[in-house]
């Protein structure tokens, strides 16, 4: 037997590992023979395939292994992977030729019925973007589409795959607003090929697209109108196939506004100078939706390194209006930005910006490159009375701040306890104020504050801004002191659990009680799981899950209960690497 192994490691089928253990040079060895043997013990044991199906490590067994059984067997054991993870089963269709249509089919159908569970909606689409279709799975791509959402965007743009008149519904369903944004985008994504002639009947289509003169003008400002919004990103992912030429051709030609936003969204990226152009003169024109398309332009529209291109006389004068009349700031703040980093003469044309407001002279001096006076500019905001200018709190919001080594300065900002302020100095998730290590001593009465917050629905973004504050901004001592609260002041345990520990990554389960954990436990019960699910998910162990959590699943549990337990058990299984309970909320395993 030694002699065996010291051949199978000379030839490098067998390497060394660590820890005194041998393994195969590649995995997909182990997988090719473990895959060998599952289908040898299937025949004798089924429910070894439902231990597997637990188990995310052994999806690629699972997969090789439908080839080795018996047809019957093969089935069964495709419909289980089927229920546990629909996307799972789409992938294995990747490595089967014998009866792949068959198998199509079935999973086709399966995401099709009215009880599949498409929670997770964006891998499965993923996955079915990457099917391979025939013209006879034609029916059940359409009853797909119907589905709607991600999934039947997809599956539409594989229906235009096929050609003919399936095609031409494809490019039909472009032009439905009612389809929504998910279904729209991604089925601009899955249909390839789209010749200009297609284009121009799609276009020709959105020419007489019914636009009251309001809705009209609301598009020219850039307004994110939502039953428009996933016809124009759909159509602009269209027309983004054909030449720069062809594009600039349908936007310069066209009378009808919701054609020119699709033709200048179309040119998001491009490389061309006269596709800047275009957008740079829809400005001008005051078409302010082109902002946004311009910012894109100047990101990701040339090469890296290239020098920005001398922009038009009265661009920035353009911005600038756009940014201090609330139109459009989020992107007109960076583009200005950009554009007075590469043109410093261009300050001059700030002078536009209003100056009796400490809030705008901090923003002018931001965009003009002087940080020394936009902080000394703030600073005079945090050591002014109780009432101060406040028309230009909101584009603050819009400015990359680094608040290293201005920590005091942005805490006595905020201990201004105004919200609007708040939620324009700190950054969205994951900006600059992660990892700052502030040290806040007395933490109830930002947890206070942080109550107040949360119960502002019009200002609740602010309220999660905060929240992540505390969880990221601060250090270890202050960190600790917030979870302490938590364990201690059951007043602040919701707003606690809710806004701060899903992202506070230091605390574990073990940092908190158990009168903690049982409370954690039974809010699964009375509260739903909103925007993130229960802490439980990100601190449960696997012997926590074991011991509390799935004896819940068994236990006949009320809707809201069971909802909340699939959502944690879902997200825990991800840390574990583990899959505690399949699409229909059934445990595996």
């Known amino acids: 037997m030694a002699d065996f192994v010291n051949s199978l490691i000379a030839a490098g089928t067998l390497v060394a590992t660590p820890m005194r253990k041998l393994a195969f040079f590649h995995h997909s060895v182990a997988e090719y023979f473990a895959a060998g043997h599952l289908a040898r013990l299937v025949p004798v044991d089924s429910s070894v395939i439902r231990h597997c199906l637990g188990r995310h490590d052994f999806d690629q067994v699972l997969m090789l292994a439908l080839d080795y059984l018996e047809a019957d067997k093969a089935d069964e054991v495709f419909e289980q992977m089927l229920r546990v993870g629909a996307n799972m089963a789409l992938g294995a269709l990747d490595y089967l030729e014998d009866r792949r249509w068959e198998w199509t089919r079935k999973a086709l159908r399966f995401l099709a019925k009215p009880t599949t569970v498409l929670d997770q909606d964006i891998k499965i689409s993923w996955a079915l973007s990457r099917l391979r279709v025939v013209e006879e799975l034609a029916p059940d791509l359409l009853a797909l589409v119907e589905v709607g959402e991600n999934v039947g965007g997809h599956a539409a743009g594989l229906l235009g795959t096929l050609g ?11 032009c439905d607003p009612s389809r929504g944004y998910n279904f729209l985008a991604r089925l601009a994504e899955s249909l390839t090929d789209v010749s200009a002639d297609e284009a121009r009947e799609v276009v ?107 922009p038009p006389a009265g661009l920035v004068a353009s911005l600038t209006s756009a940014m201090c009349e609330g139109r459009q700031a989020k992107w007109a703040v960076p ?71 201005h920590v005091d300065l942005l805490v006595s900002l905020l201990r201004r306890r105004d919200l609007r302020l708040a939620g324009a100095i700190l950054p969205h998730p994951g900006g600059r104020t992660d990892g700052l290590g502030v040290e806040l001593g007395d933490v109830v009465w930002w947890l206070e504050w942080l109550q107040e917050a949360r119960q502002s629905v019009r200002l609740d973004g602010a309220a999660w801004k905060l929240g992540e504050f505390l969880a990221r901004s601060t250090n270890e001592a202050t960190q600790a002191r917030i979870v302490e609260c938590f364990n201690t002041m059951p007043s602040l345990r919701a707003l606690t659990a809710e806004l701060i520990l899903p992202h506070m990554t230091g605390v574990t389960l073990e940092s908190l009680s158990r009168s903690s954990v049982d409370w954690l436990v039974a809010q699964m019960e009375v509260q739903p ?29 009320s809707d809201l209960l069971r909802d909340n337990l699939v959502k944690t058990l879902e997200e825990a299984g991800r840390s574990h690497r583990r899959r505690y309970v399949d699409e229909n909320g059934e445990l595996v395993g």
């Open 164 to 174: 003919g008149s399936h095609r031409r519904h494809v490019l039909d369903l472009v």
């Open 204 to 310: 020709e289509r959105l020419e007489v697209f019914p636009l009251d003169e309001d809705l009209a003008a609301r598009l020219w400002r850039g307004d994110e109108i939502d039953e428009l919004v996933g016809l124009i990103n759909g159509a602009a992912g269209i027309l983004s196939q054909l030449s720069v030429g062809a594009i600039l051709e349908f936007g310069r030609t066209t009378s009808s506004p919701l054609v020119k936003v699709i033709a200048s969204r179309a040119l998001n990226s491009n490389r061309e100078p006269r596709a800047l152009q275009f957008v740079e003169q829809c400005i001008l024109d005051g078409g302010d939706f082109a902002i946004v398309h311009l910012y894109f332009q100047l990101k990701f529209g040339r090469p890296k390194g290239a020098p920005l291109p001398v």
């Open 335 to 405: 583009v200005l930005r950009q554009l007075i980093q590469a043109f410093p003469d261009l300050v001059v044309e700030l002078q536009a910006i209003p100056g009796d407001s400490p809030f705008w002279a901090a923003v002018a001096a931001y965009l003009g490159g002087d940080p020394n006076g936009f902080f000394r500019l703030l600073k005079t905001v945090a050591e002014d009375g109780p009432h101060y200018p406040r028309d230009a709190v909101e584009a603050l919001e819009f400015l990359d701040t680094d608040w290293q080594g």
């Open 529 to 557: 799981h909103g925007f993130h699910p229960s802490p439980l998910a990100r601190l449960a162990t696997e012997e926590f899950v074991q011991s509390r959590l799935l004896p819940l699943l068994i236990d006949n549990p």
